[in-house]
């Protein structure tokens, strides 16, 4: 069984990135939270949860996030190497479930150059299929 590692001080703490999403949790719309986490994500990990497919994820990871807690997202995210706590306000940030899937990503090497394509490429592929719809037109980040 994976340990939570003896140096905290070592651990992302993905709280120091969330003032902003906390905020919006509280006052903003769907949209700007959408837009914020996805922020937090870039800058933590390069990557958002719409880089990767979660079909490439396997079925135990799905029943794993689809059951899973906050006390057993905290102790997972330690076991590798991020800290969910939200410190100022003495809890666990908003949107931890949505981090802990990065983390999952992360661990089953989803977040790469190559994922983000055939992410990307399935995204537009349905999007392809839509009445009225002639063409798909995205900024390229990397």
């Known amino acids: 069984m994976p340990k939570v590692t003896n140096d905290p001080a070592s651990l992302i703490r993905i709280g120091t990135f969330t003032d902003e999403l906390e ?7 769907d949209e700007d939270i959408d837009a914020e ?3 937090v ?8 949860l719409d880089d990767f497919d979660d079909d490439c994820l396997s079925k135990a990871d799905h029943d794993w996030l689809d059951e899973l807690t906050a006390r057993r997202a ?3 995210a330690a076991e590798n190497g991020y800290d969910l706590g939200d410190y100022a306000n003495g809890e666990i940030v908003s949107d931890w479930w949505g981090f802990t899937w990065m983390i999952v990503a ?3 090497g989803l977040l790469i150059p190559e994922q983000r394509a055939l992410a990307w490429k399935k995204h537009d592929e349905r999007l ?3 009445e009225n719809l ?4 995205r900024n390229v980040r990397d």
Not at 41 to 48: A, D, E, K, L, P
Not at 134 to 137: E, N, P, Q, R, S
């Open 37 to 39: 986490f996805n922020s």
């Open 41 to 48: 994500c870039r800058t933590i990990w390069g990557y958002t």
């Open 128 to 130: 392809l299929t839509r």
């Open 74 to 76: 905290y102790r997972f």
């Open 134 to 137: 002639a063409g798909v037109i």
């Open 106 to 108: 992360e661990k089953r």
């Open 23 to 29: 905020w919006l949790h509280l006052w903003g719309t």
